[in-house]
């Protein structure tokens, strides 16, 4: 079946980009891995979560790759982000390097905040790293619809990024073998 | 066809799990299994179900899975809780030794109440048996955030724990001997 | 490929089936038929539906699948379904022997209305036959849980039923004849 | 795999259309397309998009496919589509011939206006052609009900068009040649 085979490394790039003036957002899932257990099971090793990239603007529509900063959005903060109210504001933090030697030295914030008017919101990312002496902080303001486009298309991945669309390759055990 | 029937009998493990100070609860949607008719058609045998199961704590990120306790929701129930408005409560009774002689013996009931200031809920499972002359009871308190990740990823699982998602694997009726 | 052709052919059997005092109701999900054209191109023949069964009941839990009516949603139908507010109602007029010479002899309604206490609906379905000079009327009361279940799955189906569905069967074009 | 390989150009239609007393208004997803990398990985050539469908009526339920007037909505412009509210419009603005000689010589615009009684909208289409010099302008009034399959499909859809479904055909990373 090396159709099949063939396809199993390749990887798909089709993030949600929103370019505005000072920053580019991009929006994009990133899959679970399995472990297969001896007994055949498939167990999830590594959770899937919502990657979100920022990318300081350099020019009209030029956006500087080099100096992107990432935030990995786990299934609960999907979860707050697409339960958020109109009128509601969410904040998250992390810190990449926790549980290792290097805890606090780098510490990332990301803040999705209402525009006063209801016409959207302002997510943005700020990065303290000690260890750099640097400190950036990059924000796209972001449109009623672009919004409903992140809920949507964040509400579909979920159950893929936390393994449960795992479910629907199976066959049904009523028929196993009968194939 | 051995790649795919070898992953037949695979089983995957991807439960939603959420960590509190006195338990965890981890949510898991069951498949329903099918039976094959002589004409060839499939009939749900056993309906799915999503299950829940509490652990209590016995230390600092350490649970008991030994005495967990098991809740199995059916999908007029997964109807409930994703219908729930965020001050509203709903309440399941379920004798898993019901229409056997033990009925009546282990009385299970599972709760789901709003926090006071909406930010969240609490989900109690109480577990009477008469037989062993035991009750437990176990709670967790659930985020607005981790409720909605329980909400969509319940309502993705519904129609496949009710067998619907079998529609998407058949070929359309139109080219059948076309292939 | 003698496994996949000899699917093609099943039919699979899971309604959602609600059993009351005086009849039950069940929900079941009808796929649209395609006609493939010369060019290979596959275009919806036969529109699908949403299957609603009422059964008379003739007993304690005990229904009379003989004396069945059926009444099958349209794509808008399940449109108006799953965006009733809660307060809302509403009725559908279906001849089933429109544009034959039997037109106006069986008038089938189907309505929805909510309980005046916000805790449901009663699904009724009136047939008037002036071929057979009967008429029945059958109806189910229908909690808020159990029309979550039937908002859920029906919104689930209503892409399959319109045959958008088969978009996710495709390869992308970029990638034809590559594989 | 020739029965897999033999589908792939297939294309398939299945638009979802509302046939009024002046115009008909079809919809239907198109998908994106990809470019494969020398390492394998997909790339989002072209995004998809939603296809808006407007034909003048010509006669009782006749309508003129010559006189089709189309527009294109992206992702961004679905989701303004699927978040809109009860009493809210929108509009939007397209230059098909933007970047080029052309530009500015043909405006399209399509605006949804909520009926001022809540009971659905109203989709009218206004392209002018400077080129032609010829102005048409097709509308439809679109009920509830029609707008709720609208909203459903196209949130479902909407992934689709944004590439993210490909997430579903892949294997997970951990179990690569393991098949």
């Known amino acids: 079946n090396i159709a099949v085979k063939g396809s199993i490394g390749d990887r798909i790039f089709a ?3 929103i370019f505005k003036g000072k920053a580019a957002l991009s929006v994009a899932p990133m899959l679970p891995t ?4 001896e007994s055949g099971s498939l167990v999830v090793d590594r959770r899937g979560s919502i990657m ?15 100096r992107r900063q990432v935030f ?3 299934a609960t903060e999907v979860g707050s982000l697409i339960s958020l109210g109109a ?3 969410c904040e998250f933090f992390h810190d990449p390097s926790m549980l290792t030697s290097n805890a ?3 510490r990332k914030s990301l803040s999705i905040k209402p525009h006063g008017n209801g016409s959207g919101y302002f997510i943005a990312l700020s990065v303290v790293n000690n ?3 640097s400190k950036d902080n990059l924000g796209v303001p972001v449109t009623t619809a672009e919004f409903a486009v992140m809920k949507t298309a964040c509400s579909f991945a979920l159950p893929h990024i936390m393994g449960w669309d795992r ?8 028929t196993e073998g009968q194939t």
Chains 1, 2, 3, 4 share one sequence.
């Open 34 to 37: 399995f472990t297969k257990l």
């Open 52 to 66: 979100l990239t920022f990318m300081p603007a350099i020019g009209e529509r030029k956006y500087d790759r080099e």
């Open 15 to 17: 993030p949600y980009t």
């Open 87 to 89: 009128d509601e504001s």
């Open 72 to 74: 990995s959005l786990s």
């Open 131 to 133: 260890l750099l002496k």
């Open 104 to 106: 606090g030295q780098v």
């Open 167 to 174: 479910l629907t390759n199976k066959m049904p055990r009523g």
